[in-house]
Structure formats: C-alpha cells, structure tokens
C-alpha cells in the first residue's frame, strides 16, 4: 500500500512556520537540523496523520505574486496546495478567524455539498481547509 510520506514546503522563516503550523493544525516538531554547506534548515512537524517538511534556505526567492492567489495559482501547472480534513469545519473556520488567520476565501461548498475554505500562511502559502464526510 502507497502513501504520501511528508509535504515539503518552502518557508522565509522556518520558527515562524514551525508555530503557525504546531498551533493551528496540532502538529508537533519532531526534528529540526541544518545543512551550513547549503545555507539550509530543516524541520519535520507532524502528527499521526500528517507529515510537514520544512525548509528555510539562508537565499530564498519569494513566492510570486501569481501564486498567492487561489484562482490563478490554481490555472498554473504544478503542485497546488496542502488540504487539511476535519469534521468540523464551522468551528475550524472560527478557531482561525479568532487566531487573526489571514483568509484566503469564505466557506464555500462543492456541488457534492462538501465544505471548504483557504488561509494563507505568513509567506502566503494557500493552504485548503475541507471538511470530511461525517
């Protein structure tokens, strides 16, 4: 059986990330280590679910203007975004608004009745919010 292992993501600053991550997804840091010949650090934060890889490179180039909206970064080919799934997306939705989370959309819903929403990180990562089947 095949699964996906770990997301990994690109970061300006990896201790900013490491706390957005932990604090409003339940993830844990379990390794944090750097590469000084690459300028590179890295940090694995994860749960029994999910798995995040992250890392900061000492020259890093900005994610483009393009990818930080969700209907053009969706339109462009490649790797589009992290999905976290819960039961309860209303109260998610409010925990977030509440934690000053910069929203990317309002609660929307799929013509299968499914729900969902995109927040942003600090670097402006679109990340979907979907609420699982109850």
């Known amino acids: 059986m095949i699964k996906i292992a770990h997301i990994a993501l690109s ?31 890295i940090a694995i934060i994860k749960n029994n679910k999910v798995s995040l890889e992250l890392f900061e490179f000492k020259k890093y180039r900005v994610l483009p203007k393009y990818r930080k909206s969700l209907d053009s970064d969706l339109r462009t080919i490649g790797t589009k975004h992290v999905a976290f799934g819960l ?31 995109f927040i942003k990180d600090h670097d402006g990562i679109l990340i979907e919010i979907m609420e699982e089947n109850k």
């Not at 939705?93 to 959309?105: G, P, Q, S």
């Open 11 to 41: 970061v300006s600053d990896i201790d900013k990330s490491i706390s957005f991550y932990c604090k409003n997804f339940a993830l844990k840091c379990t390794e944090k280590f750097h590469i000084e010949s690459v300028g590179l650090k």
């Open 87 to 117: 039961k309860d997306i209303r109260g998610a939705y409010n925990r977030l608004k509440r934690a000053k989370v910069k929203f990317a959309t309002g609660i929307r819903v799929f013509e299968n009745g499914s729900k969902y929403f």
